[in-house]
């Protein structure tokens, strides 16, 4: 399952989105420095203001892909 809510790689591993009582099933874990977004989550949002600097984002799918064709787009004109 692809998860809308995602923790960027530049997060220090502060630890205050691991808290009790932040995410309601406890998906966030801090692994090697850096929090990490589990199964168990539902994509529920709640994690998202608590972070300090904001590397807890909400994702696209639709940007996701949109970026994608732009992407082809630049190989075809590079060619
Ligand atoms: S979006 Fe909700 S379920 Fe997912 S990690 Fe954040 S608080 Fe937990
Ligand atoms: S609150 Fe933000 S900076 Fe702190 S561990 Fe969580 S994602 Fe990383």
Same mark, same amino acid.
């Given at each position: 399952? +692809?998860? *809308?809510?995602?923790? *960027?790689?530049? !997060?220090?591993? !502060? ?14 874990? +801090? ?5 990490? +977004? ?27 892909? +949109? ?13």
């Amino acid at each position: 399952m +692809i998860h *809308l809510v995602e923790i *960027l790689d530049i !997060c220090p591993g !502060c630890g205050k989105c691991v808290r009790k009582g932040v995410c309601p099933t406890d998906a966030i874990t +801090i692994q090697k420095g850096k929090a990490v +977004i589990g199964q168990g989550c539902i994509d529920c949002g709640l994690c998202i203001p608590v972070c300090p600097i904001g590397v807890i984002v909400k994702t696209e799918p639709e940007a996701k892909s +949109i970026v994608q064709v732009e992407r082809k787009e630049e190989e075809h004109a590079a060619e």
